[in-house]
């Protein structure tokens, strides 16, 4: 057996060890972060809705059956999300359960949307850690590349204009937009729509 033929068999034998028991890959790791690890790493990257929405759910992730989490977001403590009915979640977007995110029903969230649940004091000597609860509420909506900061509701049937930074809560059928957020106008509360977005891939 030459040099090559060793390096392999011993790659071989070590992906078979892993697959039997991927825990023994990375011993000090906690289960949570064990969990985030498989599901940003190989859940996110399935390209059957229905596959991947399973796998979430076994994660911990409280999704209903009609709510499509597209492919390639990252999420962080899936067993702390929550996301109703009728809701989708774009491309890339960053759902962040180390405090609580709950999602409504019938919600879009667009691609590329940053959730963040929890930060540090700024002026703490251990730069001490705190989590916030970020909650969406019923029929509204989030435009790309949105930030929601820790702490933060967005009211029922509110709309975040692409790309808004926002710290303070969003009244019911609001508007707003920039960095930080601001209120545009008001948005109407005629909502006939309901989302649905499970095809049988992407
Ligand atoms: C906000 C938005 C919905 C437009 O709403 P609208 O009521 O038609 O707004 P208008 O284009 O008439 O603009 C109204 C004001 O808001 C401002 N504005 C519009 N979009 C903005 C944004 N993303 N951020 C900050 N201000 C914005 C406009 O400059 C204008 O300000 P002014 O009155 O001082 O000139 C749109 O710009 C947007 O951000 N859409 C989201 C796109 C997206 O993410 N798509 C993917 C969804 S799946």
């Not at 392999?8 to 790791?29: D, I, M």
């Not at 390209?47 to 962080?76: E, H, K, W």
């Not at 879009?108 to 949307?113: E, I, R, Y």
Request: aromatic content about 6%; proline content about 6%; some cysteine.
């Amino acid at each position: 057996m030459n040099e090559s033929e060793g390096l392999l068999r011993a790659l071989l034998s070590k992906a078979s060890t892993a697959l039997r028991n991927p825990r023994a890959f990375l011993p000090n790791v906690d289960d949570a972060l064990f969990v985030d690890y498989l599901l940003n790493t190989f859940v996110n990257k399935i390209p059957l809705p229905q596959v991947r929405m399973a796998l979430y759910r076994q994660a911990g992730l409280n999704v209903d059956v009609t709510s499509n989490i597209m492919m390639y977001c990252f999420v962080l403590e899936a067993r702390n999300i929550t996301i109703g009915p009728n809701c989708i979640i774009g491309p890339f977007t960053t759902l962040d359960g180390r405090g609580t995110l709950t999602i409504g029903r019938n919600v879009n969230v667009a691609g590329q949307v940053l959730t963040i649940g929890g930060h540090h004091l700024v002026d703490s000597p251990t730069a001490e850690g705190l989590v916030g609860k970020v909650v969406i509420e019923d029929n509204a909506w989030i435009g790309m590349r949105a930030t929601i900061l820790p702490d933060v509701t967005i009211g029922e049937g509110a709309y975040v204009a692409a790309a808004a930074l926002v710290n303070r809560d969003v009244p019911p059928y609001t508007l707003v937009g920039g960095v930080p957020a601001k209120k545009i106008r008001d948005r109407s509360r005629d909502i006939a729509y309901t989302l649905h977005h499970l095809p049988p891939w992407i």
